[in-house]
């Protein structure tokens, strides 16, 4: 559950006036979650005309990439587990990215995960723990290196299941400010239930203020940091986590190699160079530990090619 939230020194009215420029908030429910656009601009007509085509764009992703809608593209190619089905680009392109995760991390983070997220979800809401023999008959459906891909065609053996969550939301987030930034609404912020994009801000201000959850010493407390153009993502526990018998809490974020939920009390932020990587990190790290993540993320930063910016991240 991403716990991240916005906080604002201008008012949080309908509008707000700065230079020439109007502030003005949409929210939409998309995606299981709220996804709200924030932007300045001029052209009110222009700006709500561009904010119905981001919302579009939203709703195209997730018709792609849902494990609840019984005629999504996943859907369809799990329909046809064990033969090779065309992909289109966007799935392509997203189940690369995935995969590169799945490499860099060695595994921790795993787009074929699905068979585990759907025991945890169930156990997580009818507050039933899952039993080692549920855990272990959903592990022998796990392991990215099972699927196969030919010419942009995809197979994946009988019990799979792919599992988008993870970076699907974040894409989302990143497609829906490119509408906007494609019509000239740079200035804009895009939160998708917390997974985040903050681009330009008008003249005067130095970014979005973006409140953090963090922990000092044994209390929390809420800081604020000035961001623009990057992605935010926070993973945790704070509203989906279940106790096993012995009051053990764990997460929702499930370790692919050992088929359990990461113990919590949990929470990890990241900022990263955009919401598709802050969201697929947030999971990441929050998996890995120790000396783990710095080697990952030496492999993702020569991987991805990123040098202009730097991750940032906290865990507790």
């Known amino acids: ?22 502030f003005f908030e949409f929210t939409q429910y998309k995606m299981g979650t709220e996804f709200k656009i924030k932007a300045y601009a001029e052209d009110t007509v222009k700006l ?14 997730n018709h792609i990439f849902s494990d609840y809608i019984h ?55 009818m507050s039933d723990f899952p039993t080692d023999r549920k855990i272990k008959e959903a592990l022998q459906h796990v392991g990215y290196k099972k699927i196969v891909i030919q010419n942009k065609k995809i197979n994946i053996p ?54 953090f959850s963090r922990k000092i010493g044994n209390e929390w407390k809420d800081s604020i940091m000035e961001l623009k153009n990057c992605g935010i993502a926070t993973s945790g526990d704070k509203y989906k986590f279940i106790t096993d018998p012995d009051g053990d809490r764990y997460a929702h974020i499930i370790n692919p ?36 993540i710095a080697r990952f993320l030496r492999r993702w930063s020569r991987g991805f090619h990123i040098e202009q910016q730097q991750v940032i991240y906290w865990k507790y």
Not at 8 to 22: D, E, G, K, M, R
Not at 48 to 61: G, S
Not at 191 to 200: E, I, Q, T, V
Not at 263 to 278: E, F, M, R, Y
């Open 1 to 22: 559950m991403r716990i991240i939230c916005i906080a604002y020194l201008f008012f949080c009215s309908a509008f707000y006036v700065h230079a020439q420029h109007q």
């Open 48 to 61: 709500k005309a561009t904010v119905t085509l981001a919302w579009q764009r939203i709703d195209e992703i």
């Open 71 to 125: 005629d999504s593209e996943l859907a369809i190619i799990q329909m046809h587990r064990d033969n090779f089905i065309q992909m289109s680009d966007e799935f392509y392109s997203v189940l690369m990215t995935s995969l590169q995760y799945c490499r860099y991390s060695r595994g921790f983070f795993d787009i074929s995960v699905g068979a585990l997220s759907r025991l945890w979800r169930r156990s997580i809401k």
């Open 158 to 211: 009988v019990g799979m299941s792919l599992d988008f969550g993870a970076i699907a939301k974040g894409y989302a987030v990143d497609e829906a400010f490119r509408v906007l930034n494609n019509h000239g609404f740079a200035m804009a912020l895009i939160d998708g239930g917390g997974d985040l994009y903050a681009g330009d801000v008008p003249n005067g201000k130095t970014g979005w203020e973006v409140s």
């Open 257 to 292: 190699i050992t088929g359990y939920g990461i113990k919590g009390p949990l929470l990890t932020t990241v900022i990263a160079p955009n919401a598709t990587h802050a969201d697929a990190l947030a999971t990441t790290l929050s998996i890995l530990s120790g000396k783990k």
